[in-house]
């Protein structure tokens, strides 16, 4: 799995990087508003699923997260989890069901909704929770 932000700006020779290097679908988490037309066209041997991870209709959850220090921090992820559980579920299935090969999962910036989702499938696959560097005093 590979974890990005936006591939839009990808030239043909960043998506032959990708075959290269074993991807064969790409899940974009993007909202329809964020999604923008590729610098160059993708290749026809990847597969390419829009699976948006935000419900940025619902306003009463966006007015609270969408603004403010909290917004695109790890701060979200349990608040999102609880409220649209489905999404995040529709982006692991999505990458659970996906063909033979690597699957790069990205986002805009490839910090918060891919985060998330990272979160998810390490969780899944049983790798611990980070430890907290030790303080000092």
Do not use: K
């Amino acid at each position: 799995m590979v974890r990005a932000d936006r591939l839009d700006g990808l030239t043909a020779a960043g998506w032959q990087a990708l075959l290269s290097h074993g991807v064969r679908t790409v899940i974009d988490l993007r909202n329809h508003d964020e999604r923008a037309p590729g610098a160059a066209p993708r290749p026809p041997a990847i597969t390419t699923l829009h699976v948006p991870l935000d419900a940025s209709e619902d306003r009463e959850f966006w007015d609270v997260w969408a603004s403010g220090p909290q917004f695109g921090t790890p701060l979200y992820y349990r608040p999102h989890l609880d409220r649209f559980p489905e999404r995040s579920v529709a982006a692991l299935q999505a990458i659970a069901r996906a063909g033979p090969g690597a699957v790069a999962f990205h986002c805009v910036g490839g910090r918060d909704r891919s985060g998330q989702v990272a979160m998810l499938i390490l969780a899944l696959a049983g790798a611990p929770p980070p430890r907290s560097p030790p303080t000092t005093r």
